[in-house]
Structure formats: structure tokens, C-alpha cells
């Protein structure tokens, strides 16, 4: 049985990691080349930086940082934010990238996901979902560090970004995120049980049974948090004893 990840997420904005609640209200969290250097010494199976608002602001993802990032770091790094065509894959993957993430440039240009696993594997391509509930019951995509609604079905958009390559999933709940109250199963299943590309889930947790529950009810591959180590209220180590405990396969 593959081992479940564990995985700290780091939101960069204006150059500093930042942690909101709901996609919004930022507190500063450090500087990102450290801490993803003591996210390495704290055996994190991966990182992602997540440059939260290089689309809304028309610009390219912060390369200086993730090339600092990488010299630092032995876990691999997935980097999101800012990514419109294939040549900004290309460089990141370049700087010390091993995934890349793509959001709303999906949606403006599905076709992108399909060139980038074409070009670089699907392995390196990550669709990140942003997802927040609506009134008939269903989850739509929000684009632009959850800005815009798109109108799209999530379960639906996590089946065509499959169909289009992407070989992975990150799904963020928008209502969960930052709340400590659990990630969002019922959206994390709904998920799971549709695609057969491994799936992180994002958005929510605050107790150690959270990180269980997306991987055993949620049917996930790797559960990822920020606030919680950022802040030091949970050690990565701390998380993954637990899950092993639990009988659940980590990597310790």
C-alpha cells in the first residue's frame, strides 16, 4: 500500500507566507525560503508554495523565491500561482519545481493541462480545485484565489482535468479553509469516487482525527494544512506518529 503525505502548504503573498480564513483576513506566517527549509528538517513527504495572488494580479509566479526554495530543500516542491502557458511551466520546472499547479489558467485555457502533460508527464501536472458549496447542493469552481465563481461543477471539472492529463488533484475547500473544523468529506468523497488520480486534500484542519478522516472517509493521498505547523500548534512528526497508530502507512 502506498504511504499517505503529509504535506505543508505556503501562501505567498507580497513575497511573505500568509494565512487567511476562507480565502481571506491574511496574517503573516514567515518568510518562505525558511520555512520550507524547516519543513525539510521536519520530514514533510512534499511542500507547496502557492503564489495566492499572482493571477488576480496578472503576473508571473515569484521564480527568485522558488530557486532559493530549492537549493534548500531534498522533498519535492509543487509550485501554484501565476502559471498561463507552457514556457512559465517550463521555468519553474527549471528553477527546482517537480510539480506544477494550475488553476485558473485551466479554465481559460483547458488545453493548457493537456499540453503540459503532453510536454512535461502527468506526473508534474497538479490541478488545484477551489471549491465552496452552493444552494442546490452541489460544490462550484472558484478561480482567481477565489474570486470569481466559474459556474462549474467540481466533480465535474475534476473529471475533465483527469480526462486532460492532470495527474493529480488539490482540492481546497473554501467553506473548511481555515476553520480547524475538518476538511470537507462529503466534497473530498465526491472526488475521489469520480477520478483515479491521487487526491490532497485542503482546507480545514485542526485536530489530528481531521488528518484521518480525508484519508480514510475522503479516500485522499495526501492531506495538507498551513496554519496548523506554521504556527507550531501541530509538528508534522506529531501527525504522522498518529496515523501510523492508526494503521495508516506514512512515511516516518
Known sequence: MLTKRIIPCLDIYNGRVVKGVNFVNF?????????????????????????????????KTMIDVIARAAEQVSIPLTIGGGISE?????????????????????????????QAAVKF???????????????SGGFDVYANG????????AVEWAKKGVSLGAGE???????????????DIELLKRITDAVNVPVIASGGAGEMIHFKQALTEGN???VLA???????????????????????PVRL
Open 27 to 59: 496574517n503573516d506566517a514567515g518568510d518562505p525560503v525558511e520555512l520550507a527549509k524547516f519543513y525539510n528538517q521536519e520530514r514533510a513527504d512534499e511542500i507547496v508554495f502557492l503564489d495566492i495572488s499572482a493571477s488576480f494580479e496578472a503576473r
Open 121 to 135: 508527464g502527468s506526473q508534474c501536472v497538479v490541478l488545484a480545485i477551489d471549491a465552496k458549496r452552493n444552494n
Open 169 to 183: 488533484l488539490l482540492v481546497t475547500s473554501m467553506d473548511a479553509d481555515g476553520t480547524k473544523n475538518g476538511y
Open 86 to 114: 507552457i514556457e512559465d511551466i517550463r521555468v519553474l520546472l527549471k528553477a527546482g519545481a517537480d510539480k506544477i499547479s494550475i488553476n485558473s489558467a485551466a479554465f481559460k485555457n483547458p488545453e493548457l493541462i493537456k
Open 226 to 248: 498551513a496554519s496548523l505547523f506554521h504556527y507550531g500548534i501541530m509538528r508534522i512528526n506529531d501527525v504522522k506518529q498518529y496515523l501510523n497508530q492508526e494503521g495508516i
Open 146 to 153: 477565489g474570486r470569481v465563481n466559474t459556474q462549474i461543477e
Open 220 to 222: 485522499c493521498d495526501a
